[in-house]
Structure formats: C-alpha cells, structure tokens
C-alpha cells in the first residue's frame, strides 16, 4: 500500500502553479517543455500557462524559419534575388506612348533593339524652349525632327533610372522637367525587363548592353563630349560599368553625374534596411551575398570609377536611408584616390538631412540647377 501510495503521490498537481510535482518533474533532463507540462484545468491560471507554452514554441518556430529557412531559401533561389534588387516587376499604370500625360509635353517615344529579339523603351524629351516647336507632321518626319534637335549643340542628359518602376515615375518626370527648364535634352529608357521594353531576365550586363546602345545612338547625332550620363541609384552601378567600358572604346562622355549612388552591389546589400535584422548572421554573405554573382550582379563601381576619364560629380543626400550616405563617400574615395591626378576632377555634393531630400527626392534642392549647370559649363570640352 506504501508503493502504491508514492506512486499516485507522483502524479499530484502542485496547487500554487498548475505543474505536475514528483520525481518524473524533478529529472533535470525533462527539458524545458516538460516543466511546461500541465493538467487540463479550468480558471485563469491554467490558461495562462496553456498561452505561455503556446507563445514560446511560436516564438521558436518563427525564429527557425526567419533566420534558417528564409536564408537557405533565399540562397537557392535566383528569381528572388533579381527580384529584390532590380525590381523590375514594381510597375505603375503609365501609358508609355502619351507622356504627355504624365507631365511630358514635347515628347518622342520610341524604341531601340540592343540585341537580337531585346528592344528598349525610351522617350527624347525636348529642351523647354523646343517644347511648343514640334511639328505636326507624319510620324516618321516627326521622329527624323526629334533627332536632328540633337545637333544644336545643346548638352544631351543620358539618364539611368533606378530599380523599381519605370521612366515614367513621377520622381523621375520631376527631376526630368528641372532639367529641361535649363535648356538640355534628356534621353531616358528601361531597361530590359522594366517597363515597355522586352520581358527577359535583367541581369548587370544586360543593362549595361542596353545604356551602351543606347549611347552609341546619341553618337549618332551628337558628340561624346556633349553627353552627359546620369545615374540614380541602382543606375549609377550601370552607369559606372558602362561609361568606364565607353572611356576604354575612346568615347568618354562629357561628364558623369551619380545620384545617391553606391561603392558596390556587395555592400549595399550588407547595409539595405531590409538586411537589417540579419545582419548578425555568420552565414549572411553566404546567403546573401555570394549568390549575386552566379545571377550576373555585381556592380563593382569602386572598380570601375577608377577607369572613368571624364568628369564625375556625385550627389547625396545625409538622410539617404536606402543606400547609406557613407556608401557614396567610399566611392568618392574610391574615385578620389583610384583615378590618375592628371584625368578630369571628381567632387562630392551633399546635402543636409535637415532638407528630407532622402534617396529619392534631391531634385527638390533649389541649389541643384546651379550645381549641375556649373558641372556642364566647366567640363564641356572638344570631342
């Protein structure tokens, strides 16, 4: 009767906590959920152990799957990682052949096959002055009038937008119609896989064939020296790769302008407010990192700012909070320290955070028509 009696002994609930007491609970390698073990009860104490146990195996199961199943999926999946860096599937509603109507009166749409079976969107938006001139002629007389505009000697803006979206974004129309006000051309596309240009698979040579083409129509109507590339974000690693490529082929443009651009691809990624909450990891590069060049994306502009001869000015704003401000002064050192002391100068605008020009929005700044108006006049140069 004594063994009997410390065997239901060890099956009694402790009153004050709901657990299970005896020497099965006492066994120090029960393990955690085995001191959260209880009897059905009713009451609120019962219940707030039953929500306990609940929360701590969610907790558990969401941490498994954000920090290993979300890296190793990411790792072996080649569509999500060109997702999130080009975001080229992020489109707005725009009707590419009236950009009248987003704002851009004066307008040619057109498009350019930069390889076979690839043809890019693009659109010619006039000077301000020019804008009330066009003709109202056949289409194909209108196209030939838009291209000998080209020929007036007026500086040309060869624009690269960044990921997400299209040409047509109204940020983009913004900065597009400052520009005019100053009496420049401003020639600008979508690359492959963005907007109306053909649906294939983006990828850093890709985009970097479509800016080259693209530039070697401009050479068509125009000198080198009056191009002047412009890069934001994302396409300002597009717009180094090309134009150090372009320099070594012996047509430099006349200047290159970054907007809040990054050193590279690599630590971008590292510093995205997206990363953010693995950056801790010891596999994040793994995960993260290494599997961008096995998709064709690396975006080494630190390297190839060094083989830039032309003019290079780079804006960026303090509160940038996509790509961190301390990326585009590494690639001013970059290009600073890289470059021969005898090419064309490099210089860093930035802009105060107390303005809230962020990543997007520099074209806001009163300053910047002056700014680039200065860059243009002073680096122009003979071809």
Not at 42 to 52: A, I, M, N, Q, V
Not at 64 to 69: A, H, K, T, Y
Not at 109 to 138: A, K, R
Request: charged letters at 20%.
């Amino acid at each position: 009767m004594a063994d009997i009696q410390r065997s239901e002994n060890t099956n009694q609930v402790n009153e004050e906590t709901g657990f299970l007491s005896g020497s099965e609970n006492q066994e120090p390698m029960a393990g955690f959920f085995s001191r959260l073990r209880f009897r059905h009860r009713s009451g609120r104490r019962g219940k707030y152990y039953r929500w306990l146990r609940a929360a701590v195996i969610g907790t558990i199961v969401l941490l498994f799957v954000l920090f290993v199943i979300v890296p190793v999926v990411y790792r072996y999946s080649p569509g999500i990682q060109r997702y999130f860096i080009f975001l080229n599937k992020v489109q707005g509603n725009i009707e590419f052949g009236k950009p009248e109507d987003v704002g851009l009166p004066g307008t040619r749409n057109f498009y350019i096959e930069t390889e076979e079976n690839v043809s890019v969107g693009v659109w010619h938006i006039l000077p301000e002055p020019l804008v009330h001139s066009v003709p109202d002629i056949s289409s194909e007389e209108q196209a030939k009038w838009f291209e000998d505009t080209l020929r007036n000697n007026n500086p040309v803006i060869f624009y690269m937008h960044g990921n997400k979206g299209s040409r047509g974004q109204e940020r983009r129309v913004n900065l597009y119609n400052v520009l005019r006000k100053m009496g420049y051309h401003i020639i600008t596309f979508d690359y492959r896989g963005y907007g109306d240009s053909s649906s294939v698979i983006p990828s850093e040579s890709g985009l970097v064939t479509d800016a080259k083409v693209i530039f070697q129509y401009l050479l068509n109507y125009t000198k080198a020296s009056l191009i002047f590339v412009w890069g934001h974000s994302l396409g300002t690693g597009v717009a180094c790769h090309s134009v150090s490529e372009l320099c070594q082929e012996q047509k430099c443009p006349g200047g290159v302008i970054l907007e809040a651009p990054f050193n590279s691809i690599t630590e971008e990624v590292r510093h995205h407010p997206m990363g953010m909450i693995f950056w801790g990891l010891p596999y994040f590069d793994w995960a993260f990192v290494d599997p961008l060049k096995d998709i064709d994306v690396q975006f080494k502009s630190d390297v190839h700012i060094t083989r830039i001869t032309a003019p290079i000015i780079i804006l960026h704003a303090q509160d940038d909070r996509v790509i961190p401000f301390d990326l585009g002064k590494k690639l001013y050192e970059a290009g600073l320290h890289g470059r021969s002391r005898e090419l064309p100068p490099i210089s860093f605008i930035e802009f105060k955070t107390e303005f809230g020009y962020g990543h997007n929005y520099i074209s806001r700044a009163p300053e910047l028509m002056p700014i680039i108006k200065n860059f243009i006049q002073t680096t122009q140069k003979p071809n």
